[in-house]
């Protein structure tokens, strides 16, 4: 038999992975999830009491789903059934019933742990219910993405849900501890090098672990710098979908830091997104739209500005072309805002739908015709630029409906001389 082994170029007995190895034995030894796993925490109360309900678990990769949903079913004495969405059919879905009936039958009760399950369809999520309200499952979801758009809301409704931490610095050296107490020697690191590890796993305690065990291989003589780290381990893309939530969320944070004014967090999350992958014509899109919505009329020349680097984008390209972006978002963040025209577009907006069809004044109207001038269109109307200041006070709005004031600067930047000018001509309109 070894003979064949080595004819395959394989041995007998191959070693798992390090993080197989490591794989935690209770729910005591999963890190960084107390808040979810400890005496006080909702998962631990179930496991302590042997009763479980079902459960979506949402957390990034590498934060302990499986391992928890394993331990879970130990720790309760259910049998633990595993599928994965990506591979599972409704074949699988059904024969997993009926072994999860025969079991309730015979007073056996079973955790069904389904990985990814958002990659399931809305029909075969539906699939799950029956056999949820019955109690025939257990159901434990992970997945990866938000429940609240990929679940269907009685699947939702019949489940909690639980959402796991990205594992912080604090855990990812726990990890890395039981790591070098498992092999019996230190990692050839040296501390700068060290710290570095834990970035490049990003909150990914498997792929921390994936990673020091090249280190282990390696077997350096001497502790390795952290340019000689960069040199042999390939950094990771930075967990980012153009589809999916986090495409959402970033882009969030970076309109929500330049309405805060806070350029730094601004061009860090515009970083974050380009260094993902994502459009860069995406982010000027939200970039114009942040200079109408947020700066407006405090600095109108934001707009201008956005617009033009979104043109230099467009004829530069990356990566000259998002330099341009970063100075936009620079200029926006560090701009006077006010959202004093978004504002009265919308106050305008819902004005115009509760009057329906009211007509301009006469005297604002032209009167080409003979007629209408017969019927006084035109009649008493004051050409502004011969009044005096420029400022006739004559009423523009419908007859039957009372002056509203929609715009109301706010005194930001350019605002501050708009609003003096307002201020001055409702004077004159009064008088």
């Given amino acids: 038999m070894a003979d064949l082994f080595e004819?395959?170029?394989?041995?007998?007995?191959q070693p798992s992975p390090l993080a197989d190895r490591l794989r935690p034995q209770t729910l005591a030894e999963v890190v960084g999830q107390d808040h979810l796993l400890g005496p006080e925490g909702p998962i631990g109360r179930m496991a302590e009491a042997k009763r479980l309900s079902s459960m979506i678990l949402w957390g990034p990769p590498g934060t302990g789903k499986t391992t928890i949903a394993?331990?879970?079913?130990?720790?309760?004495?259910?049998?633990f059934q595993q599928l994965s969405a990506v591979f599972s059919g409704v074949a699988d879905l059904k024969k997993a019933f009926e072994q999860a009936r025969a079991r309730r039958l015979a007073g056996q009760a079973t955790l069904l742990f389904v990985d990814e399950i958002h990659r399931f369809n809305r029909a075969q999520q539906d699939g799950f219910l029956p056999f949820v309200e019955e109690g025939i499952v257990t159901l434990v979801g992970a997945t990866t993405e938000n429940p609240s758009f990929e679940l269907n809301g009685a699947?939702?409704?019949?489940?909690?849900?639980?959402?796991?931490?990205?594992?912080?610095?604090?855990?990812?050296?726990?990890?890395?501890?039981?790591?070098?107490?498992?092999?019996?020697?230190?990692?050839?690191?040296?501390?700068?090098?060290?710290?570095?590890?834990?970035?490049?796993?990003d909150g990914d305690g498997r792929y921390l672990l994936t990673l020091s065990e090249t280190l282990f291989n390696i077997a350096s003589a001497k502790p390795l710098t952290a340019k000689e780290l960069g040199q042999?381990?390939?950094?990771?893309?930075?967990?980012?979908d153009k589809d999916r939530e986090e495409h959402y969320n970033l882009i969030s944070a970076l309109h929500k830091s330049i309405r805060g004014s806070d350029p730094d967090a601004a061009l860090y999350w515009l970083a974050r997104m380009l260094t993902g992958g994502e459009d860069p014509l995406f982010v000027a899109?939200?970039?114009?739209?942040?200079?109408?919505?947020?700066?407006?009329?405090?600095?109108?020349?934001?707009?201008?500005?956005?617009?033009?680097?979104?043109?230099?984008?467009?004829?530069?390209?990356?990566?000259?072309?998002?330099?341009?972006?970063?100075?936009?978002?620079?200029?926006?963040?560090?701009?006077?805002?006010?959202?004093?025209?978004?504002?009265?577009?919308?106050?305008?907006?819902?004005?115009?739908?509760?009057?329906?069809?009211?007509?301009?004044?006469?005297?604002?109207?032209?009167?080409?015709?003979?007629?209408?001038?017969?019927?006084?269109?035109?009649?008493?109307?004051?050409?502004?630029?011969?009044?005096?200041?420029?400022f006739s006070g004559q009423n523009y709005f419908p007859e039957g409906m009372e002056r509203r004031q929609f715009y109301q600067p706010r005194g930001e930047g350019n605002e501050a001389r708009i609003k003096e000018r307002l201020e001055r001509w409702a004077a004159l309109r009064r008088g």
Avoid: W
């Fill in 285 to 390: 899109r939200r970039l114009i739209r942040a200079a109408a919505e947020d700066i407006g009329e405090a600095d109108p020349m934001s707009l201008v500005l956005a617009n033009a680097a979104k043109d230099t984008y467009d004829f530069l390209g990356s990566p000259e072309g998002e330099i341009a972006l970063a100075q936009l978002v620079v200029h926006l963040a560090c701009a006077p805002k006010s959202n004093a025209v978004y504002k009265a577009f919308g106050a305008a907006m819902k004005a115009a739908k509760e009057t329906g069809s009211l007509m301009p004044p006469s005297h604002i109207l032209n009167a080409p015709t003979r007629l209408m001038k017969d019927l006084g269109y035109g009649k008493g109307y004051q050409y502004d630029h011969d009044a005096a200041e420029g």
């Fill in 7 to 13: 004819a395959a170029g394989l041995k007998p007995q």
């Fill in 155 to 201: 699947l939702l409704s019949r489940s909690q849900v639980f959402v796991l931490k990205r594992l912080d610095d604090e855990a990812l050296e726990q990890l890395l501890a039981k790591a070098e107490a498992h092999e019996g020697r230190k990692l050839p690191l040296e501390p700068e090098a060290r710290a570095a590890l834990t970035a490049l796993a």
């Fill in 232 to 240: 042999i381990l390939q950094k990771r893309s930075p967990a980012y």
């Fill in 70 to 79: 394993r331990l879970l079913a130990k720790a309760a004495g259910y049998e």
